[in-house]
């Protein structure tokens, strides 16, 4: 009874060794984003877990149609995966925009600047799960 005691508990051991570094499962999470009905090209699109949720953020950027793809940053071994743990997330999406591109600008020239970028910074809520979101 004890060798088969001990057998149980290297088999449930190296069952468990293989568990720690597979991901959970992901929803594909994929979209388009305008601004006053044009595309936003290059915006930064992050999905934040909302407050007392479980979750990982995810983040993408916009290309020149607007579309974009969301993936979710895991730790260094497994690395980012496309798509999003379904869950309550804050969406944030920023982008830069450089209003003019003068290399010869004083320090004094570009304290007293207004607008020298941009920024869209709106946070909602969403939520992701199977299926068109």
Known sequence: MK?????L??????ALVGCGDSLPPLTPVTGTITMDGEA???????LMPAENTAGRTGSGVSD???NFT????FNQELGTAPGMIGGIYKVMVTKT??????TEL???DMSTMDGA???YDNQLGGMTEDGEN
């Open 70 to 73: 969301l993936s979710t940053t």
């Open 117 to 119: 970028n941009t920024m």
């Open 9 to 14: 508990s290297v088999v449930m051991m190296s």
């Open 106 to 108: 004083s320090m004094e």
């Open 40 to 46: 936003l090209d290059g915006a930064s699109i992050t």
């Open 97 to 102: 925009e450089v209003v003019i591109d003068d």
């Open 3 to 7: 060798k088969f005691a001990c057998l």
């Open 64 to 66: 020149a149609s607007g």
